[in-house]
């Protein structure tokens, strides 16, 4: 079960995301904090969050930017969104947040989950990115893709953009479909650049939602051995902006809570 996710913002000028906040469950609250991503971006987060950058933030109930998230089963596409996510009667709220938000929103942000990594094992589910930016014989492949297909990762090192860069193969024809989201291009890169780990990583279709917009469109499952001492996620913008003596700002009481965040 996921206990952590991560804010990421886009730029509207560079359209680049940046890895910017971490939410962690913890037992029957959360903790929020910005991470080092912030960095360079010294506006955003009282712009944004009306929040101090170095600050450590404890609510009990969701605040209203991760709240609106949260799907109205009232919402006349209710079913069909849930099912594009995978959202079930299941689900924690923090699971069901994890998952929706994987849909970028009109406050050009996005919220992902780190990856499950446990006895030298990293398990990932993520939907493949700028299958809109590819060839029209790529967008024709993913539109067919079957459940349990097999995709091939390339390391693309010379990407001009982002030299971690993973890109994805469809299993016959020589075609690039898309990408592995830039935010777990890093731990991929270190995973398959091990030759032992690179022989069993195995990346699959889990789902094809064929009436998705393109960002939706192929869900895929990763799962591979980790190398020794692999560490998930470990960059700068994962890595929490805490300043020196930071305050503790609890908020356990919603109704006198100041994040009024949309």
């Not at 949260?70 to 994890?98: I, N, P």
Request: glycine share 4%; with cysteine; net charge negative.
């Amino acid at each position: 079960m996921p206990d952590t996710l991560y804010v990421a913002w886009q730029d509207e000028a560079t359209r680049r995301w940046h890895t910017i906040a971490r939410l962690q469950k913890q037992g029957g609250s959360y903790e929020f904090v910005f991470t080092k991503g912030v960095a360079g971006l010294p506006n955003l987060t009282r712009q944004l969050f009306n929040m101090d950058s170095g600050d450590i933030y404890r609510f009990e109930n969701l605040i209203p930017l991760f709240r609106s998230r949260m799907l109205s089963t009232h919402r006349s596409d209710y079913k069909k969104v849930a099912q594009w996510v995978g959202v079930t009667a299941e689900d924690t709220e923090f699971e069901q947040l994890c998952k929706l938000g994987l849909i970028p929103g009109s406050d050009s942000m996005l919220f992902y989950a780190a990856p499950d990594v446990s006895h030298g094992k990293y398990k990932l589910s993520f939907f493949i990115h700028a299958i809109k930016y590819m060839h029209e014989d790529a967008k024709s492949w993913c539109s067919m893709a079957t459940p349990g297909t097999k995709l091939f990762p390339l390391l693309d090192v010379q990407n001009p953009v982002d030299p971690n860069a993973v890109a994805l193969k469809c299993p016959k024809e020589n075609i690039i479909v898309g990408y592995i989201p830039a935010f777990y291009a890093r731990d991929l890169k270190l995973i398959l650049s091990d030759e032992k780990c690179a022989e069993h990583a195995e990346i699959c279709v889990s789902r094809n939602n064929s009436d998705a917009p393109e960002q939706l469109k192929l869900l895929c499952e990763v799962a591979a051995p980790t190398p020794e001492g692999f560490v998930p996620l470990d960059t700068p913008s994962h890595a929490p902006n805490l300043r020196v003596n930071a305050q503790i700002n609890a908020y356990y009481d919603h109704n006198k809570s100041p994040f009024n965040i949309i």
